[in-house]
């Protein structure tokens, strides 16, 4: 089964969404938990940890979630709903940017060519 570029971007958004949660689950609970640790740093970088995870992921959806046609940043358009999308609602099919179909099989990159030596010319 070839892959499409719908699961490309779901797969890159479930991700990023994963490690937002678990940044959220660490900001919270880290800041239960860290009412029992001793004062100081150590007492503090739970929380802030949390804090940090969950920016990053958030900042790494708007990155790396890309059209695989016309490298598009997607993350703040269709992203989210092409990922969580349980058949509730419109589908998005196509790409705001360049209009490629999401059910298309994902395009590979061919092989890259490599510089001829000028010494021994193939």
């Known amino acids: 089964m070839k892959q499409t570029i719908r699961h490309y971007i ?3 958004v479930w991700w990023c969404a994963a490690a937002a949660i678990g940044g959220w689950l660490l900001f919270a609970l880290g800041g239960a938990v860290a009412r029992d640790l001793p004062d100081g740093i150590p007492r503090a970088a739970i929380p802030i940890a949390g804090f940090l995870l969950f920016g ?4 790494a959806m708007q ?15 269709i ?4 990922a969580f999308s349980w058949g509730s609602g419109p589908k998005v099919g196509f790409c705001p940017y360049c209009g490629v179909n999401l ?3 994902l395009p ?7 510089p001829q030596n000028p010494i021994y010319p193939a």
């Open 103 to 105: 059910d298309e099989p």
């Open 108 to 114: 590979h990159a061919g092989p890259v060519a490599q």
């Open 56 to 59: 990053g992921a958030i900042l």
């Open 63 to 77: 990155r790396i979630v890309r059209c695989p046609k016309c490298k598009a940043r997607l993350g703040q358009t």
């Open 79 to 82: 992203a989210m709903p092409v």
């Open 10 to 12: 779901k797969r890159r």
